[in-house]
């Protein structure tokens, strides 16, 4: 009964802690004057992607 238990809050822990995550994801400071360049590498044969102010 005790470990079904243990189980059960934990379940509810995580869903908890998903239904939060957007909201603590959008309260993060965000930079709007910084963005994601990215280029092809032709030497190495792949996108590389950076941020730029």
Do not use: E, N, Y
């Not at 189980?7 to 603590?24: D, K, N, R, T, W």
Request: overall charge positive; aromatic content about 6%.
């Amino acid at each position: 009964m005790k470990t079904k238990q243990l189980i059960l809050s934990s379940v509810l822990a995580f869903a908890g802690l998903a239904m939060l995550a957007p909201s603590i994801a959008s309260a993060a400071p965000r930079h709007p004057q910084k963005h994601k360049v990215c280029k092809w590498d032709a030497r190495h044969h792949h996108r590389v992607c950076h941020w730029v102010r």
